[in-house]
Nanobody
Framework: QVQLIESGGGLVQAGDSLRLSCTAT????????MAWFRQAPGKEREFVAS????????YYGDSVNGGFTISRDNAKDTVYLQMDNLKLEDSAVYYC??????????????????????WGQGTQVTVSS
């Protein structure tokens, strides 16, 4: 049973930075494609970023305008989301997700939440003015 445990959310001011972490247990981490999604109140969950098993390929969602960086450390079984210059509209619950599937690593595939079997519990990020 794979578990994903997120941490690092919180209340920050616009323009601040946060780094989210997601640690996986229960499976060899390097076999899992990882991603971050987010969901704001009253909105659908949206794709934020994805990273391939080795970290060599990365995609970002359209709503992320250069201020976010996804990375992973397979030795620590952890994926990160560095968020810089946060804006009010970045406020949401952030979820990490993973899949062991041999997906074709293309944007429309990795951005589809139904392709992910493993989900964290979510961590709240609130950006205030």
């Amino acid at each position: 049973q794979v578990q994903l445990i997120e941490s690092g959310g919180g209340l920050v001011q616009a323009g601040d930075s946060l780094r989210l972490s997601c640690t996986a247990t229960g499976r060899t981490f390097s076999t899992i494609i990882m991603a971050w999604f987010r969901q704001a109140p009253g909105k659908e969950r949206e794709f934020v970023a994805s990273i391939s098993r080795t970290g060599s390929s990365i995609y970002y969602g359209d709503s992320v305008n250069g201020g976010f960086t996804i990375s992973r450390d397979n030795a620590k079984d952890t994926v990160y989301l560095q968020m810089d210059n946060l804006k009010l509209e970045d406020s949401a619950v952030y979820y990490c997700a993973g899949t062991p599937q041999q997906l074709v690593y293309q944007y429309w595939v990795v951005a589809t939440e139904t392709n992910y079997e493993y989900w964290g519990q979510g961590t709240q990020v609130t950006v205030s003015s």
